[in-house]
């Protein structure tokens, strides 16, 4: 689908953001009332387009003329916020028709989450928005504010907060509650947002929609998100490559990570349940950083604010506690941070001014030697500059002087002129105000967070993404396929079949993956015909699609050296499977060549409710099996992508040789996982799972030793 | 040894927390200067005993009568307080001795921290309290505080802080900047404390004496602490036993988690850095909680103070947003609280109260309904409180009511009297003040905590902590012998040797551990004899101190059938490892009986610098290598350490039988663990390191198919 097929193009949300009217319907006068918020925070917000508020029974509301209904009013209207009971909605939506409203934000409830006759009037409110084109927000949602033009077309109190400067950061919500709250903390940590949305029950519009638009919008360089589950994987996809592009971090706090919340989660928006596995996986792949809690949102946006993305992971500490010290390296290092040892000529640069008793090593530790001797701290600041290792620096320190000290000049000159990113997280010790040199560290846009384990994570968030900004301009982070065309497998895809392995094999090699030599035999005879055409030795396999675990079955006969093994074999595993499984299904036994000894892995693919066909990765036997020790990416996947999978695994060390062992060869692992990323690209609907079970990996080489493909029904 | 062999015995620490007497050598009417602020405190915080300032060149401290010096004292002194130049204080310890001062706390700063010469001067002061009797805090230290009687011996600015009731913390800190900061947040928080200890550079007493001090003492009921590094580690093992004995949770913040943070850990006390794992081993086996940061302590207590221990696991979540609850059950299922489905009874009596578009299934949503109807409210907790499926109660709840609402009283008293731990975790918007009743939940008891992550991870802390104390009570976590005696092993363990798998195994079989019948052949002759006499098939493997790894030596042979096998890989093995390792001395060849397959797994010995003898269990071969999958405990080990070890290693599953093989005999491998621990406890002295490697494993028994053990020099 190319983006002018999307239904919801960015342009129809632009009534939301920047209407130049707004009708009220179902305005009140009574504040705690949803319908009697708008418009007295439109008008102390300072929203510059008219008001229209609409109540047949009034005929002023906050000193503005009310209309007693939508028809009435003489002038176009841009966007309609309703918030009336939910049995009038429908009528109301049909009037906004009518009247040529572009958008409407429906706060009333009563919708899908009340049951099956709530659902059925919100499946009529979705047709009419397709039909007519009208744009919708809600229902059951808390509305949208836009904190640059004063659009409070919201009813939650975060109406009445003041801005905090500068407003970068847009946020959308799956929750109208919770996301108000995250709003409302991170105004209060100094957090500036431009857009807050609560999309409610998406009947029209969804998260997604809404994060494209702030993705595209001049005023966003950050955006946020609450995500309990997307209804458009393939659109968020889309919007996160967008975002990576454009170097504008997304950070989603996506709950449902734990088997209660993913139901929680499912039963609140009614979303699909897709895999919290497959989640992560795509923020992975598509540079979206995965928060736990808001906090971390907290905690970023200063960094971002400061335009500096570290280089890199070597970090200096400086403190005035040898114990704080200690616990910032340790904090530092559980995020992947480095803790470097420092060069000799930094050292030697902050020993002139260190007194003996402090340590110079990283963590530096001023002691409180600060305290009497505050140009200590410019000089270890500006060693700690000059030192080219060093990416960042953190400063554990207190600053009990005058705002007007000139080492406070000083240190914000040193900041100033380094492209290292340095923050400040000093302990404030409770009850006592953070002393007053912090205050001008922030107006100068360095940053100071008293949250240090928030501070730390979120330094990893920044350099993780940078990380990613660097991986996305190398080549090998662009979507390639390796197969050259798309083969005809209809005659083998047909609906609901299970492909045991030689089919299955057979669609592997059609992409160009290597598997084992094979034929099928029906007789011993045949079997001896067979194992002579391959070559000794060989194996022998059942196939049958009800058997998928061949040796469990006594289904599986290795290294048979002559005529005589193989035809014994053949009745054995036929007796065998007879007696396990009586009622399976045989096409035969599979003769094929007897694989030298390799390092065995998997590579599958299943297919995530949410995000389509994922593909999996991970070291043969019981490392799947009982240790689950898999690595996932969302199909269709780059050659970088099929290398991470490779690496992320806890188990890959061993493909790098161990005991003595050469390597194996990753690239062709990697040349598997793309090819298998075209198959399940080029057959996306028709694939529902894979397996290449075991694919044995050679210093030089792979081939699929065996495979299983399960076609959707 | 015994506890009466104890150097430090708890009755030589009273005269710190309970003098009758103080000096202050050194004090100053500068309240900036360290010697400036105890006999202030000491005044204003009420401490009733007698205070004896001393400084010669005043007359006078804060309108007492100061001293000249010890000396000119005419009453006896319990504690001196030093606060006087580094170079000064040896002499003013010497005076103390002659006046029968039996305590002292020294603040001067100047000595190990500085280097060689400071370090010097500290083991004077040493010897000196070990000769003469003089207990000492410090130096370098920050003092002591006890707020039951006022003895502010401490210069730090906590003595002036008002202390919060109950007072039942007793905190030691090897960090006096940090550790007082963490005193002021933790107060701040509504945390009480009895004492606050830092321990300085621990000339005499350590950390683990003041630990024990609290443990033995009736006024503590919560011991944390914050731990770079025990010099006495079998102390703390006996502390730490007698805390679970008396049911006093102890919370200590040991940082140096990271190579960076222990490495400045290390230097910054002074202490041996022992491996970070082996203290979480110990943490562990002793019930010891681990904290991350004292963010941690702060959310324990309020838990630990309701004086209830949760039964078990199951978490019912109260909310009034759906996305809260959402969040909430994550939060709750990564620190392994099961969020259970709730049964019909109980929701049905939710149900009964709760309007139609709120939810009764787990995480209950309550939505906005409540604010209308907040009788909404007890229904729900006390249909969940009658459940006897649910354990714990989290209520992230808002009580926009006033305090005297009926709501409050009947909510106060569902919670007072269930045995089921309720509390309390608001989300509390920003700015606005916490709702009126939840300072009378506080006053009445129930723990009220803002910071969710903090409450959830105290709650799995507590659970964990419970779990400890009934495992505790339990036969098979009492540390018992295995072995019936003690085999004399001097003839073997000769300082410096490492013993080859021979000698190993010979002293394996002393405790009882089944090993491989093997006998060392010096000729293919030899080798042909011992394989008669074992049987066939056997293995032969060369036998040198100097090649661990015997594979990649071309030093191992399997499954040889007959004497010719025996004799051409008998030379086979010799020229392999002539090239492998031309100076590598050679036993012989060991011929071994051969084992069928089995489970390999590893049990190993390390030397931890600060623990001794730690044992290590781990899966065979590429697991421990690659996947580092092992755990540990410190010897010696109970029955229950040695399956916690087992249970505990992430790869356990390939024990209990995969793809359809039987599981394997765990309580065989328990039992050679305990031996192990028998052997090492028994030679503690003595054994560097031991490597069974592989002892494979039967569904029935188990055998040792090799061994190492290097004798410490």
Redesign the interface.
């Known amino acids: 689908m190319s983006l002018n097929d999307d239904p919801n193009p960015i342009s129809s949300l632009e009534p939301f953001f920047n209407p130049q009217s707004i009708a009220v319907i179902g305005a009140s006068n009574n504040p705690d009332k949803p319908g009697g918020r708008p418009v007295g925070a439109l008008l102390s917000k300072g929203y510059s387009g008219k008001i229209y508020p609409v109540n047949p029974a009034r005929t002023n509301i906050n000193g503005i003329k009310c209309y007693p209904s939508l028809l009435d009013i003489p002038e176009p209207v841009d966007l309609a916020i309703i918030s009336i009971v939910a049995d009038k909605v429908y009528s109301a939506l049909e009037e906004c028709v009518s009247k040529g409203v572009k958008a409407a934000v429906i706060f009333s409830?009563?919708f899908a989450?009340?049951?099956p006759e709530g659902l059925a009037e919100q499946q009529r409110i979705t047709e009419l928005s397709r039909k007519t084109g009208l744009r919708i927000l809600g229902p059951n949602c808390l509305g949208l504010v836009n904190t640059m033009n004063g659009v409070m077309a919201s009813f939650a109190?975060i109406v009445d907060l003041p801005p905090v400067e500068p407003r970068l950061l847009g946020f959308a919500?799956?929750?109208?509650?919770?996301?108000s709250?995250i709003y409302?903390?991170s105004?209060?940590?100094g957090v500036g947002f431009n857009y807050f949305i609560s999309v409610g029950n998406e009947a029209d519009l969804e998260f997604t929609d809404f994060l494209e638009y702030m993705i595209h919008d001049p005023n966003t360089r950050l955006a946020g998100g609450?995500l309990?589950g997307s209804k458009n994987a393939g659109k968020l996809r889309r919007v996160a490559e967008d975002a990576l592009k454009k170097e504008k971090p997304v950070l989603i706090?996506k709950?449902?990570?734990?088997?209660?919340?993913s139901?929680?989660?499912a039963?609140?928006?009614g979303s699909l349940a897709g895999s919290d596995i497959i989640y992560d996986a795509f923020f992975k792949q598509t540079g979206v950083i995965r928060i736990d809690?808001f906090t971390d949102l907290i905690a970023f946006t200063p960094l971002f604010q400061t335009g500096k993305l570290p280089r890199g992971r070597n970090t200096a500490i400086i403190s005035?506690?040898?114990?704080?010290?200690?616990?910032l390296?340790?904090l530092?290092?559980?995020v992947g941070l480095?803790?470097?040892t420092l060069g000799d000529q930094t050292r030697k640069k902050m020993d002139t001014a260190l007194p003996?008793?402090a340590?110079s090593?990283?963590?530096v530790?001023l002691t409180?030697a600060f305290l009497k001797e505050p140009a200590i701290t410019p000089v270890v600041l500006r060693a700690l500059c000059e030192d080219p290792d060093i990416d960042i620096i953190i400063g554990s320190l207190d600053f009990p002087l005058p705002a007007d000290h000139p080492v406070v000049g000083e240190i914000i000159d040193i900041c100033s002129n380094t492209d290292k990113l340095v923050l400040f997280s000093p302990?404030r010790?409770?009850?006592a105000p953070a002393d007053p040199p912090l205050a001008e560290f922030k107006r100068a846009g360095i940053p100071v967070i008293f949250e240090t384990?928030d501070a730390i994570k979120a330094l990893s968030n920044l350099v993780t993404y940078k990380e990613k900004l660097e991986k996305r301009t190398l080549e090998k982070y662009r979507a390639t396929r390796r197969s050259q065309s798309k083969p005809d497998l209809d005659y083998l895809l047909k609906p609901g079949q299970t492909l045991g392995e030689i089919h299955a094999k057979e669609i592997l090699e059609k992409y160009g993956i290597p598997v084992t030599r094979q034929a099928l035999a029906a007789t011993p005879e045949e079997a001896v015909a067979r194992a002579r055409d391959i070559g000794y030795p060989v194996a022998l396999k059942i196939d049958s699609p009800d058997i998928p675990?061949k040796?469990?079955a006594g289904g599986l006969k290795l290294n048979l050296e002559n005529d005589d093994q193989v035809s014994s074999s053949f009745e054995e595993i036929i007796r065998n499977v007879k007696l396990y499984a009586p009622d399976a299904r045989i096409n035969g036994v599979s003769v094929q060549e007897m694989l030298p000894e390799g390092v065995e892995v998997i590579i599958g693919v299943t297919r995530d409710p949410v995000f389509g066909p994922a593909i999996m990765f991970g070291l043969g036997?019981?490392f799947v099996?009982?240790?689950k020790d898999v690595s996932f990416r969302i199909a269709p996947v780059s050659p970088g992508d099929a290398r991470d999978m490779i690496d992320e695994i806890?188990?890959a060390?061993?493909l790098k040789g161990?005991?003595?062992k050469p390597p194996v060869d990753v690239d062709a692992i990697a040349d598997v996982i793309l090819r298998v990323s075209d198959l399940v690209t080029d057959y996306r609907e028709l694939i529902e799972e894979l397996d290449i079970n075991p694919l044995i990996v050679y210093p030089k080489g792979v081939k699929a030793a065996d495979a299983m493909l399960v076609v959707r029904k």
């Open positions: 409830s009563g989450e009340t049951g109190p919500s799956q929750s109208g509650a919770f996301g709250a409302a903390a105004l209060e940590k609450y309990e706090m709950v449902g990570r734990s088997s209660a919340g139901r929680a989660a039963s609140h928006t809690n005035t506690s040898g114990g704080a010290g200690v616990f390296a340790d530092c290092e559980s480095n803790v470097v003996f008793f340590s090593r990283n963590p530790d409180a302990f010790f409770p009850g384990m675990h040796t469990e036997g019981i099996e009982a240790l806890k188990g060390a061993l161990v005991r003595g």
